[in-house]
């Protein structure tokens, strides 16, 4: 898959209601809620029209994306190398737990495919 970088908190944004209604870089995910939680339900989120389109779509209004900085790794799997970089983001917000093993394994495994560059951490904490 070809990665875009998310520049700037629009694009996390859009990205993040991607995650939250079953799509990953377009294509839909088995199993929505696949790691065990979900965003509140989509009557609780604001609706905003979209300038590419007449559809409406659903965003969680307290959702904070912050940009933190720039992984740099190095990749060696046939004996040369070539430099990775990954943008990190922290999002915080609400989710709610739907299916509690399966969210425990994702607390435990990370999500995402950048694990081993730091990424796809979960830290959760009560709401409220």
Do not use: Y
């Given at each position: ?86 943008r990190l983001v922290d999002f915080e917000g609400l989710l709610i737990v739907t299916d509690p093993p399966r969210f425990c394994e994702a607390l ?21």
């Amino acid at each position: 898959w070809r990665r875009f970088d998310l520049r700037g908190e629009w694009a996390q944004l859009e990205w993040l209601d991607m995650q939250a209604t079953g799509q990953r870089r377009g294509q839909p995910i088995a199993g929505h809620g696949g790691h065990g939680f979900d965003f509140p339900a989509r009557h609780e989120w604001s609706v905003r029209r979209t300038a590419d389109g007449p559809e409406e779509r659903l965003w969680l209004p307290d959702v904070v994306a912050n940009e933190v900085g720039l992984q740099q790794g190095l990749h060696r799997s046939d004996g040369s190398s070539a430099r990775l970089f990954h943008r990190l983001v922290d999002f915080e917000g609400l989710l709610i737990v739907t299916d509690p093993p399966r969210f425990c394994e994702a607390l435990r495994r990370g999500i995402g495919p950048a694990k081993a560059f730091g990424c796809g951490l979960l830290s959760v904490a009560p709401a409220g």
